[in-house]
């Protein structure tokens, strides 16, 4: 069983910054690719980001250039730093791994609004 643990979000103005963090529980955590997704009401969860257990990284167009994904092993947990944020980024951001089932954080609020 895999249990992950997102905390960080919250409310910046546009042009700011959050740091995302998801903790993981599991021994094999360095051999997992993990992902960040965000959904907002009546829209479908959408992949943002992902890192893969050699580095491997993939990004949407939509935060290309301002989201950077990041894992620490040691710690079992995945990273997702939000610069030059902006109010369509708003939404909830759930940290995903997938195995043989997708397992899901709970996710966390980001609100950005002037």
């Known amino acids: 069983q895999v249990q992950l643990v997102e905390s960080g979000g919250g409310l910046v103005r546009p042009g700011g910054s959050l740091r995302l963090s998801c903790a993981a529980s599991?021994?094999?955590?360095?051999?997992?690719?993990m992902g960040w997704y965000r959904q907002t009401p009546g829209k479908q969860r959408e992949l943002i980001t992902n890192?893969?257990?050699?580095?491997?990284?993939y990004y949407a167009d939509s935060v290309k250039g301002r989201f950077t994904i990041s894992r620490d092993n040691a710690r079992n947990t995945v990273y997702l730093q939000m610069d030059s944020l902006k109010p369509e980024d708003t939404a909830v951001y759930y940290c995903?791994?997938?195995?043989?089932?997708?397992?899901w954080g709970q996710g966390t609020q980001v609100t950005v609004s002037s």
């Open positions: 995903n791994v997938q195995l043989v089932v997708n397992y």
């Open positions: 890192i893969s257990p050699r580095g491997r990284t």
């Open positions: 599991g021994s094999d955590f360095s051999i997992w690719t």
